[in-house]
């Protein structure tokens, strides 16, 4: 199947470095050795880049730096959104200022007209699960996209870029990125500049370099931005970085989705329920016979299980090497594959539902 890669769709087998190529963004190499305590940076996870040379600078120099993400209150908060979330807190780690920001407008414009439940889900899916995984908020910049800030200043310098920006952006270059477009898009399309660019106003952390997060069928959101934001003279923007990582699989094989419960294993599943999940829809790469297994071995590469270990589940990169030789080789087969990612999901699983538990008292506030 030929890929698609977009905001909106993924799908097909990805090549990513044809990624690199279409989307002109450059492989990430050669990193200070800080960078390889994340598994995701260290294991190639997080592939490409624009401009992120600069973040490099600021963590080995001890300069201050925004790290800038936003959340989309929609579904279960899974193993994919999970990656977002440790990338966030390990940039914190290194001293960043987080930016995160509910996408509520964006959500209400184009999924849910119900701002109650989109409140209810950010909160209750998303902000509880990060600070289960170890956000601290004392560092971190939260906000919905409805409601900036109690500051009026902040929250009037946060609306008005968004509709400054408006000027230096045309018509044909958004439906070129965004194809058939609606008003309420185009309203998203700017606020999410907006998010993007307004650390650096004179009302926030102004000047300072951002760096954003995200996945590769997200760059068309970071191409506009990146082009706007040097158009507009009224403010000098440092050029936004970002980087970008591979997807993780759902069970199925293609895009982990909120929306396909059967795709995906969210944080609030009972170690009961994974275990079903992977026995059941956990695409394999093995072989259809144990004696062709054992013959010609399995393929690690496509097998779900093996991939949910590589994007984290297994942090020791030593025994995870060994479960691909063993594999690849047909010593290990399928289902004792599955049986490690199970052991280790019923293991996190357990840690983590504890965590959510004292992280339910934080947020509620969010709320009252």
């Given at each position: 199947?030929?890929?698609?890669?977009?905001?909106?769709?993924?799908?097909?087998?990805?090549?990513?470095?044809?990624?690199?190529?279409?989307?002109?963004?450059?492989?990430?190499?050669?990193?200070?050795?800080?960078?390889?305590?994340?598994?995701?940076?260290?294991?190639?996870?997080?592939?490409?880049?624009?401009?992120?040379?600069?973040?490099?600078?600021?963590?080995?120099?001890?300069?201050?730096?925004?790290?800038?993400?936003?959340?989309?209150?929609?579904?279960?908060?899974?193993?994919?959104?999970?990656?977002?979330?440790?990338?966030?807190?390990?940039?914190?780690?290194?001293?960043?200022?987080?930016?995160?920001?509910?996408?509520?407008?964006?959500?209400?414009?184009?999924?849910?007209?119900?701002?109650?439940?989109?409140?209810?889900?950010?909160?209750?899916?998303?902000?509880?699960?990060?600070?289960?995984?170890?956000?601290?908020?004392?560092?971190?910049?939260?906000?919905?996209?409805?409601?900036?800030?109690?500051?009026?200043?902040?929250?009037?310098?946060?609306?008005?870029?968004?509709?400054?920006?408006?000027?230096?952006?045309?018509?044909?270059?958004?439906?070129?990125?965004?194809?058939?477009?609606?008003?309420?898009?185009?309203?998203?399309?700017?606020?999410?500049?907006?998010?993007?660019?307004?650390?650096?106003?004179p009302e926030f952390e102004?000047?300072?370099?951002?760096?954003?997060?995200?996945?590769?069928?997200?760059?068309?959101?970071?191409?506009?931005?990146?082009?706007?934001?040097?158009?507009?003279?009224?403010?000098?923007?440092?050029?936004?970085?970002?980087?970008?990582?591979?997807?993780?699989?759902?069970?199925?094989?293609?895009?982990?989705?909120?929306?396909?419960?059967?795709?995906?294993?969210?944080?609030?599943?009972?170690?009961?329920?994974?275990?079903k999940k992977i026995k059941?829809?956990?695409?394999?790469?093995?072989?259809?016979?144990?004696?062709?297994?054992?013959?010609?071995?399995?393929?690690?590469?496509?097998?779900?299980?093996?991939?949910?270990?590589?994007?984290?589940?297994?942090?020791?990169?030593?025994?995870?090497?060994?479960?691909?030789?063993?594999?690849?080789?047909?010593?290990?087969?399928?289902?004792?594959?599955?049986?490690?990612a199970i052991d280790k999901?019923?293991?996190?699983?357990?840690?983590?539902?504890?965590?959510?538990?004292?992280?339910?008292?934080?947020?509620?506030?969010?709320?009252?």
């Amino acid at each position: 199947m030929e890929a698609t890669v977009n905001p909106w769709e993924v799908k097909g087998k990805i090549d990513y470095e044809k990624l690199i190529q279409e989307f002109g963004l450059k492989p990430l190499h050669h990193l200070p050795e800080v960078f390889n305590k994340l598994p995701l940076f260290r294991r190639g996870i997080i592939f490409a880049h624009r401009d992120f040379a600069q973040i490099v600078e600021c963590v080995e120099k001890k300069k201050p730096f925004v790290m800038m993400t936003g959340l989309m209150p929609s579904g279960k908060f899974h193993f994919g959104h999970k990656m977002v979330a440790e990338q966030i807190i390990f940039y914190q780690s290194l001293g960043a200022k987080v930016y995160l920001t509910v996408a509520d407008i964006e959500a209400y414009n184009s999924r849910n007209p119900n701002m109650k439940e989109l409140r209810e889900c950010a909160i209750k899916e998303y902000l509880t699960n990060y600070i289960a995984l170890g956000l601290d908020l004392k560092k971190c910049d939260f906000y919905f996209q409805s409601k900036r800030s109690e500051d009026g200043k902040k929250a009037s310098a946060y609306y008005s870029l968004a509709n400054m920006l408006a000027r230096h952006v045309t018509f044909n270059e958004v439906k070129a990125i965004y194809g058939d477009i609606s008003p309420g898009k185009m309203a998203s399309a700017l606020l999410q500049a907006s998010d993007m660019l307004h650390p650096q106003l004179p009302e926030f952390e102004w000047p300072i370099p951002v760096v954003v997060p995200v996945g590769s069928d997200q760059d068309p959101h970071l191409r506009l931005a990146r082009d706007i934001s040097q158009r507009i003279k009224e403010f000098k923007f440092i050029q936004l970085s970002s980087t970008y990582h591979k997807f993780l699989p759902g069970l199925g094989g293609g895009k982990m989705s909120s929306s396909d419960p059967m795709s995906y294993i969210a944080l609030t599943d009972t170690p009961e329920e994974a275990t079903k999940k992977i026995k059941k829809y956990a695409f394999s790469g093995g072989q259809a016979t144990l004696e062709e297994h054992r013959k010609l071995g399995g393929n690690p590469e496509v097998d779900v299980s093996f991939q949910m270990l590589k994007y984290g589940l297994e942090p020791d990169d030593k025994k995870l090497q060994r479960i691909y030789n063993d594999y690849k080789s047909g010593k290990l087969l399928s289902g004792e594959l599955k049986q490690i990612a199970i052991d280790k999901l019923t293991t996190f699983l357990k840690e983590h539902q504890e965590k959510r538990k004292k992280a339910e008292k934080v947020v509620q506030k969010f709320l009252d």
